[in-house]
């Protein structure tokens, strides 16, 4: 008998069983696969603020972004967090830079810099960046994790603590007692607990509907590459304006192509030396493979804006995927047509930078009754 | 993004991608060869020494002249051939990526063959990230297809034929082996091309192994030690070497990725180098349409390569329509006929065998998956 099942052992998971059993409380993590082998071994590790939609997102990314100072520390592993590694979003044409202006004062509003500067303070910044941009926004905080080595560090530290992990392990459905949810059924067995947490990423929605609700989340393809280790050549994380664009305002994109793979460049250097290159958005199922055409226009645009890549090999293209939800914005609480079953999944893009706050207030949440910082924006009742 | 399209696309323009491009070509095929070197023949060329068997197989014939045979064979067959192309990816549907001048191609062909080789096995020792400490098959592409001599005086390790053969076109080339190291208790390779070694006096130290590589900014000494009969090394029996270069013959591993890209099945068969694609007797894999030859379908030999491209190219050219049921199994039949005297005796029998179990492995997951034989 467990205090609180988990299902899913990505970094969403890994980040609530850690908090629960700081709290004190028995939790079993229920794993399909193994730990991170879901979004957070296929991504890159941008914690940025400038990428989160203004409004309650980037509230909350801002708490979460404070927590991360510390994880090194409180999880005894280096996650290989870079704390001002600093943001840039470089901007091609006056219409980007409007609507990221405009974006940004409302960013601003959380309390956060975030600034648009011209292309030569850009370049200052980046000196590999390609000069020949309209400008750029740039937000000087913010940095970047390594989130497989961060979901491994969570759910070392949550085993620690006691927290049990069971790795290919399939949830087939649920137990539920009197409008209650009172545990899983799994493929090695059936569990009990009083308190059962939905951190399935992108497969949530299919979790979900075991339990007879409908939730709106669906998986979002993202490609990308990593390349050979290079010197150093980027310290900030950089997404092009369409990253943003695409994020919020896909209605204004004209390029089907680019709407269609939902491409635009995002891009970091790894300690270790290789770069990450990024990305598209595409809806295709759980088709995860990776296709000539989103290779092809992913090296473009990173050759677009980092002219010295076109002699940098890439060693390996990847996948993963991203739960989107419609309105952008993370599922978080307890459902209300049945008690004891807790949403924390939906991120999309997000979680990653949102994974710390994600994992104390649903802790808070399942064990007080209350979060210290107030969720309901992002209640899974919204859909229900 | 430049579409090609093609009713045969062969990945490799070496002893098997070539024999295939022949093989379908002659049958009316379109055949597309790509190829990342700037030159066809992959290993072939490298091969100033005379093949053994028998006369199907050219035996007493420079590897380079079969090579050059089989080059203008292909060219009058009509197959096009794009060389310095990398093949970067392929999709489960076969197509195929790929790079060329500069410019993205996306290949899409009916049939599929790669016969991409094998590359050599690296071995790990303090030092053995120095400059001079190389494959055998580097300094035998330096030698004898870029003409420089890889240093002076050279330690080889392996006594297999890769080890032996190269050691002796090094001294040709004008370098001293001041020693052939292996750690087996006997030489691996054929006795014909050992003895052409001790006869000029080069030392083997066999249960040997390398201890440590040293030098400043390039190998300077190697550190042999000898090795017990469960190859853990004996303190006490070090020798030391003054070399500029070590060589490492260690053996070869089958250039799966592309294969592994599909989805295809593999098994792991430690005589063929590794994990390798299930194939059937037509050489075809799990991958309908996906045709595989060579030594990436399990390492050998040159011979057994063309034999395999052989065989893929008719099979290709006859799931295309291309050769009747009656013209290929003749030619298929005349085919593995030679495969199998290739690999018989001494030296092929453990080759056989692997090669059976392979087929055996294909055959049972046809089976599973209720296909026919």
């Known amino acids: 008998m467990y205090d609180v099942i988990v299902m899913g052992g990505g970094i969403i998971g890994c980040s609530v069983a850690w908090q629960l059993s700081k709290l004190g409380k028995k939790v079993l993590i229920v794993e399909r696969t193994d730990i991170a082998s879901g979004s957070a071994g296929a991504t890159d590790g941008v914690v940025g603020y400038h990428t989160k939609k203004p409004g309650p997102q980037l509230d909350l990314a801002v708490q979460s972004i404070e927590m991360f100072k510390t994880l090194n520390e409180e999880l005894g592993m280096d996650v290989e967090y870079g704390l001002e590694a600093g943001g840039i979003q470089p901007v091609e044409n006056k219409e980007q830079w409007d609507m990221l202006s405009a974006m940004a004062e409302e960013q601003r509003k959380s309390g956060v810099d975030i600034r648009m500067i011209s292309a030569r303070e850009a370049c200052q910044i980046e000196p590999n960046l390609n000069p020949d941009i309209y400008g750029a926004l740039y937000s000087p905080t913010g940095g970047k994790v390594n989130p497989l080595a961060l979901t491994v560090a969570f759910s070392r530290a949550a085993k620690k603590l006691g927290a049990e992990i069971m790795t290919n392990t399939e949830v087939t459905g649920f137990i539920i007692e009197e409008g209650r949810a009172k545990g899983v059924v799994t493929s090695k067995g059936e569990f009990r607990a009083d308190a059962i947490v939905n951190a399935c990423g992108s497969w949530a929605g299919k979790v979900a509907k075991l339990a007879g609700l409908d939730l709106p989340i669906k998986p979002r393809k993202g490609q990308l590459a990593v390349t050979e280790p290079i010197g150093p050549y980027l310290t900030a994380t950089v997404q092009c304006a369409l990253y943003n664009v695409i994020k919020f305002r896909p209605e204004t994109i004209k390029d089907q192509t680019v709407l269609k793979l939902g491409s635009s460049l995002s891009i970091e250097q790894q300690e270790s030396g290789g770069l990450i290159i990024g990305g598209t958005r595409e809806f295709v199922d759980y088709e995860g493979e990776n296709t000539f055409e989103a290779v092809e226009t992913m090296m473009k645009r990173a050759v677009r804006f980092f002219p010295a890549l076109k002699d940098v090999s890439v060693i390996r293209f990847f996948s993963g995927f991203r739960p989107y939800t419609p309105d952008g914005l993370s599922l978080l609480g307890e459902v209300k047509t049945l008690p004891g079953f807790y949403m924390a999944a939906g991120h999309e893009g997000d979680g990653i930078a949102l994974a710390p706050i994600t994992g104390k207030l649903i802790a808070e949440l399942i064990v007080t009754g209350k979060t210290s910082y107030d969720i309901s924006d992002f209640s899974p009742n919204r859909f229900l | ?373």
């Open chain 2, 1 to 373: 993004m430049k579409i090609k399209e093609t009713d045969v696309a062969i990945v490799g323009a070496g002893s098997a991608g070539l024999s295939a491009a022949y093989q379908a070509a002659s049958a009316g095929a379109k055949v597309l060869v790509l190829d990342e070197n700037r030159l066809p023949g992959g290993q072939l060329f490298k091969q100033i020494h005379k093949f053994f068997g028998s006369r199907a197989h050219q035996a007493g014939t420079r590897g380079y002249m079969i090579g050059r045979q089989l080059l203008e064979r292909v060219e009058q067959s009509g197959a096009e051939v794009w060389l310095d192309t990398l093949v970067y990816g392929m999709e489960k549907n076969c197509h195929l990526g790929v790079i060329r001048n500069g410019e993205h191609w996306v290949v899409k062909a009916k049939k599929v063959i790669v016969a991409t080789g094998a590359k050599e096995n690296y071995l790990a020792f303090p030092g053995s990230t120095l400059p001079g400490v190389m494959g055998a098959g580097a300094a035998q592409t330096m030698i004898n297809v870029n003409r420089v001599l890889p240093g002076q005086r050279i330690l080889m390790l392996g006594s297999g034929n890769v080890g032996l053969i190269v050691s002796y076109q090094l001294m040709q080339a004008g370098a001293d082996v001041v020693a052939l190291v292996d750690a087996a208790p006997n030489i691996g390779g054929y006795g014909v091309h050992a003895g052409k070694i001790r006869r000029a006096g080069v030392p083997f130290y066999i249960s040997h192994t390398i201890k440590q590589v040293t030098g400043k900014d390039q190998v300077e000494q190697v550190e042999i030690i000898q090795v017990d009969s469960k190859f853990q090394p004996i303190p006490g029996t070090e020798k030391t070497f003054d070399v500029d270069t070590v060589c490492l013959a260690v053996g070869l591993n089958p250039m799966t990725e592309l294969i592994w890209m599909t989805g295809c099945e593999f098994c792991f068969i430690p005589a063929f180098g590794g994990h390798v694609p299930l194939h059937d007797g037509n050489m075809e894999t799990s991958v309908p349409g996906l045709y595989v030859a060579g030594d990436v379908t399990g390492v050998e030999e040159a011979s057994s390569a063309m034999e395999e491209g052989n065989l893929a190219g008719v099979a290709a050219a006859e799931a295309l329509g291309l050769l009747s049921p009656e013209e290929a199994a003749a030619k298929k039949g005349e085919i593995r006929g030679r495969l199998d005297i290739l690999r018989s005796g001494l030296f092929g029998e453990k080759r056989r065998s692997a090669k059976q179990s392979q087929l055996q492995n294909m055959a049972d997951y046809q089976q599973k998956k209720g296909g026919s034989l």
